[in-house]
């Protein structure tokens, strides 16, 4: 996609097929869209209090409405807003059980979904046997199960499932029953976790959205009437409104900070090869010029660590997936405010700010400055060639494992399909030397960053995770702020700033009038903007460290949280 | 290439063009091979006994000639032939200086190439001069520069080097000269190296021998009439011969491996990204799926590691190249036999071993077992796919890059030149959905062989470097052994068994004659062979451990050459 031909480049004939789609995949879609509507056990519902147009024309704070309201018992919401950093220690300690501690984030789950549309599967009463499984272990045994002993923990659900139609929002592929758990979700399991809903995903997984021709789109947490973000579109709806202790996403082009960042909690994009994507549903599959990652979110940058670590450490996932490399988790305390020295990018050169993320970001180098820490400004590098190349690696393939999933079933295909089918040059199927010299483009740019960071003797860089705040529906088209830390593969945290956009703030200054766009991307990103139309969307950056030094970012999140006073357990 | 079908499958046309080459390029060639020899300082030449032609053809032996006929003195002797692991503490004692050692490995390296013709480049009065400066620096501090403060290291010629030519064996890059050393060069020169040579390597770097149109072809030291190997060929003359005490080979099917196993040193393929191989000349630049690796070679287990050790925890190759993982090389015990289960792959289902090579391989197991080893057979694992796949992947790109070095000075194409330039489809260009499939089958073959290994608690698979010892002059087609580990990326020792081909004991057995070839190449592999044309050839042997677990095989290795008694400085 050039910034001037997009949805345009690729040819879209013989993906579509009505007449197939509706004989012979609809009926399977609606079975299991039935499926879903079971799993919504009676005792958790609540009785929303207008339809969910309603609400989101209104700009309703479902999360805001929890607390309201009361939708919980007071000991659900003491088990749900306590971080999984601590629920694991009470639950080795006996002190709380598997089973109270589902039941608590089963009901917040299933509220969840009732106003964003969260999950594609619910299974609480799976959950629930397993929970007390853990139960009786624990009582046996004198002690838990592994280090993640009873923690509910939501799936994206690209990941393959045991015995559960895994499909990746292809429809073609809800005749795929994996005989086994991915590699992520099987060390999940192993180190004592509790599953019960897998998550909402856009069509091909990559949108920075959420629909697809199963459920359509997850609504935003703070604002039905704005996105979840995606692809792990699902996982935001649920973690940030409380309805699981940590969720899983993946992340290759923006997939898990977007979400993270839309939908008020934290992320981490990790390093390559440290977690597994062995195991699910991709269109990319095979390709390694920028691969997908899998990674933790959350409503604490403990629980972020927590995951990390025991998935590293205990899990060992390089004895289950050859792609992993036995890098061991390092304990790395919280820097001192003074000890950090930050480059802050606030325009990456290709799309504009919208009022809310400028402000914000300004806000938020005002409070780290103040706190100590040596903040320069990143004068952006080379991010349209970096632009460029990964949207050409996404597509490289002429789109080859695209089309072939999508034709199977001839599904219509959704606005942001055709968007990111656009990305590169489309349908045009790239030669290997083609796609070697990308790569030689993509090393050099690594390289360019790493010396950027060593020579200058900066820890990290902070940036937007988006032009803009959670955008409005099928609205979000811009990925350079995500992607550009994909192709450089920097481990990358989203986390919340604990700010939320203010219509009375957010407007554009008197400067807008007359600013001249750079690209059309730009034109049409702040097209969309409108003070009004975003009220309360949290505020969500990213920190991006050195490659393979996850740890180091985690810990420089904790810092800068705590600078920041956010408390994502305690909003309302 | 099929078995069938090979040196018939690629075009060609387009690659030569002997006026232009001759008019434009060779008269560049020749200045070359004028500085190669006045780098051949008089002090340290010795007589030959006769000319090179009539030696090879009485297949003798130089090194025991070196010996033999005392051509250094005694004192270069005990230099030389003391491990570089010991060399470092003598010279950080002071017992030793910079200058004594490199004059010693100096005269043993020049006479080596008068025998071998392992050099492309001599610069002895250079490394003199570093020598000194480092001498001086031990002087004035007191202490050595760095941890392989005054170990003479050659480097193959690949390897970008500062101000000085380099080409890679394609004629088309005599006219680059980089303006900084390559980064494994440059944290090598960091730890206190002394370079004084730069060795050979084929045309294309993708043979396992040595010709090009440099210098043509490297002899074996330990038989003049048989090849050293390759692609590092020049690393396995002069690193056999003793004339550097570590070399720096490079691997992408056998290059490090081969020149060691025939040769008669060791060599690591260490797992990929662990070591830097940027800033080189690469006919695979940008390739991915299969990557290059560098690593050491040398004539003690101690050598190699010392090399890997202060390379990865002082050298910290992370902070240069963003390739790199920062995994410290940790310090593993040299297991007891009795602690070690090995599988041992007699025959790969590919190409049958000829005599010596089976005959080594059950001698080396009968000790091992002996010494409490647990042994079992390795039953070959999709091998055809594993070397149908790799072979595909070298040239995918339809030797797209290799065309256009090659093509630049229209050089003549060697005879295994045009053999890997047929490898896969040869000319055929793959697009990028072809290439992602074989990603996949080859992450597939890396999950199978894993999961073999941890689900049968096997620590190590032990195997022929090639189905054959050092073979004849451009007579080695066969990459089946070596390449396997390749597209595995498992960490691959080779150690020399302290054995040797022997004319009365390896001869092809009875059944032989009526023996049916599996393949084309199975039958050219074995009618090279023939039993007095390899007396003396060293037999050397693959140990190959998990992924990024090269410290368990570097440990092993020791104790494997101590069960077998090997000692490479003590040979005549």
């Given at each position: 996609?050039?910034?001037?031909?997009?949805l345009?480049?690729d040819d879209f004939s013989g993906y579509e097929d009505p007449e197939k789609y509706k004989r012979d995949w609809l009926p399977k879609v609606e079975?299991y869209r039935?499926?879903?509507?079971?799993?919504?056990?009676?005792?958790?519902?609540?009785?929303?209090?207008?339809?969910?147009?309603?609400?989101?024309?209104?700009?309703?704070?479902?999360?805001?409405?929890?607390?309201?309201?009361?939708?919980?018992?007071?000991?659900?919401?003491?088990?749900?807003?306590?971080?999984?950093?601590?629920?694991?220690?009470?639950?080795?300690?006996?002190?709380?059980?598997?089973?109270?501690?589902?039941?608590?984030?089963?009901?917040?789950?299933?509220?969840?979904?009732?106003?964003?549309?969260?999950?594609?599967?619910?299974?609480?009463?799976?959950?629930?046997?397993?929970?007390?499984?853990?139960?009786?272990?624990?009582?046996?045994?004198?002690?838990?199960?592994?280090?993640?002993?009873?923690?509910?923990?939501?799936?994206?659900?690209?990941?393959?499932?045991?015995?559960?139609?895994?499909h990746g929002s292809y429809v073609s592929k809800i005749?795929?029953?994996?005989?086994?758990?991915?590699?992520?979700?099987?060390?999940?399991?192993?180190?004592?976790?509790?599953?019960?809903?897998?998550?909402?995903?856009p069509q091909t997984l990559m949108h920075?959205d959420s629909n697809n021709n199963f459920i359509g789109l997850?609504?935003?947490?703070?604002?039905?009437?704005?996105?979840?973000?995606?692809?792990?579109?699902?996982?935001?709806?649920?973690?940030?409104?409380?309805?699981?202790?940590?969720?899983?996403?993946?992340?290759?082009?923006?997939?898990?900070?977007?979400?993270?960042?839309?939908?008020?909690?934290?992320?981490?994009?990790?390093?390559?090869?440290?977690?597994?994507?062995?195991?699910?549903?991709?269109?990319?599959?095979?390709?390694?010029?920028?691969?997908?990652?899998?990674?933790?979110?959350?409503?604490?940058?403990?629980?972020?660590?927590?995951?990390?670590?025991?998935?590293?450490?205990?899990?060992?996932?390089?004895?289950?997936?050859?792609?992993?490399?036995?890098?061991?988790?390092?304990?790395?305390?919280?820097?001192?405010?003074?000890?950090?020295?930050?480059?802050?990018?606030?325009?990456?050169?290709?799309?504009?700010?919208?009022?809310?993320?400028?402000?914000?970001?300004?806000?938020?180098?005002?409070?780290?400055?103040?706190?100590?820490?040596?903040?320069?400004?990143?004068?952006?590098?080379?991010?349209?060639?970096?632009?460029?190349?990964?949207?050409?690696?996404?597509?490289?393939?002429?789109n080859?494992?695209q089309r072939?999933l999508l034709s199977a079933s001839g599904e219509p295909l959704a606005k942001l399909t055709k968007w990111s089918l656009?990305?590169?040059?489309?349908?045009?199927?790239?030669?290997?030397?083609?796609?070697?010299?990308?790569?030689?483009?993509?090393?050099?740019?690594?390289?360019?960053?790493?010396?950027?960071?060593?020579?200058?003797?900066?820890?990290?860089?902070?940036?937007?995770?988006?032009?803009?705040?959670?955008?409005?529906p099928e609205?979000?088209?811009?990925?350079?702020?995500?992607?550009?830390?994909?192709?450089?593969?920097?481990?990358?945290?989203?986390?919340?700033?604990?700010?939320?956009?203010?219509?009375?703030?957010?407007?554009?200054?008197?400067?807008?009038?007359?600013?001249?766009?750079?690209?059309?991307?730009?034109?049409?990103?702040?097209?969309?903007?409108?003070?009004?139309?975003?009220?309360?969307?949290?505020?969500?950056?990213?920190?991006?460290?050195?490659?393979?030094?996850?740890?180091?970012?985690?810990?420089?999140?904790?810092?800068?949280?705590?600078?920041?006073?956010?408390?994502?357990?305690?909003?309302?």
């Open positions: 996609m050039s910034f001037e031909s997009f345009t480049t079975k039935q499926d879903l509507e079971d799993g919504l056990l009676s005792e958790y519902t609540a009785e929303l209090p207008a339809s969910i147009d309603v609400l989101a024309s209104k700009g309703f704070n479902p999360l805001k409405y929890l607390y309201d309201a009361k939708l919980l018992t007071e000991e659900e919401f003491k088990i749900t807003d306590t971080p999984a950093s601590e629920l694991v220690e009470k639950l080795a300690k006996g002190e709380l059980t598997a089973v109270q501690t589902l039941k608590a984030f089963a009901h917040r789950a299933i509220i969840s979904h009732q106003f964003t549309n969260c999950a594609l599967q619910l299974f609480v009463t799976e959950g629930l046997e397993r929970a007390q499984y853990l139960d009786d272990y624990y009582k046996e045994h004198g002690k838990p199960i592994g280090p993640l002993h009873g923690i509910p923990i939501s799936l994206k659900e690209q990941m393959d499932y045991k015995d559960k139609i895994t005749i795929n029953i994996p005989g086994k758990h991915g590699v992520t979700t099987q060390i999940l399991e192993n180190l004592g976790a509790v599953f019960y809903v897998r998550t909402n995903q920075l997850s609504k935003n947490p703070f604002h039905l009437g704005l996105s979840s973000g995606g692809s792990s579109s699902g996982e935001g709806s649920i973690v940030g409104f409380g309805g699981s202790a940590i969720g899983v996403g993946s992340d290759i082009g923006g997939s898990i900070r977007a979400p993270a960042a839309y939908s008020g909690c934290h992320g981490l994009r990790p390093t390559t090869r440290r977690i597994s994507t062995n195991g699910g549903i991709s269109g990319g599959a095979g390709q390694e010029s920028v691969p997908a990652v899998a990674g933790p979110m959350g409503r604490s940058i403990e629980d972020l660590e927590l995951w990390m670590k025991t998935y590293i450490n205990d899990g060992k996932p390089w004895e289950l997936d050859q792609w992993c490399i036995p890098l061991a988790w390092r304990d790395v305390p919280k820097p001192k405010p003074t000890d950090l020295t930050i480059a802050v990018m606030y325009d990456d050169g290709l799309v504009k700010t919208t009022p809310p993320i400028a402000r914000g970001l300004k806000e938020t180098v005002a409070k780290l400055e103040a706190a100590g820490v040596k903040v320069i400004t990143f004068e952006p590098i080379k991010t349209k060639l970096a632009y460029d190349t990964v949207h050409k690696m996404y597509a490289c393939d002429g080859y494992k072939e656009s990305y590169g040059d489309g349908a045009k199927s790239y030669s290997v030397a083609e796609n070697r010299k990308l790569n030689i483009i993509r090393d050099s740019l690594r390289q360019e960053y790493t010396d950027y960071l060593i020579d200058n003797k900066v820890d990290f860089i902070l940036s937007p995770t988006y032009n803009n705040v959670a955008p409005k609205q979000v088209y811009n990925w350079s702020y995500t992607s550009l830390f994909n192709i450089l593969d920097l481990p990358t945290l989203t986390f919340q700033t604990g700010l939320f956009q203010d219509p009375t703030k957010d407007v554009w200054d008197e400067s807008h009038a007359s600013y001249t766009y750079r690209n059309e991307l730009e034109k049409l990103e702040c097209s969309t903007y409108d003070p009004e139309a975003f009220a309360g969307a949290p505020i969500g950056f990213q920190l991006s460290g050195r490659r393979y030094f996850d740890e180091e970012v985690i810990a420089a999140g904790k810092t800068i949280v705590e600078i920041l006073d956010v408390n994502l357990f305690n909003l309302f």
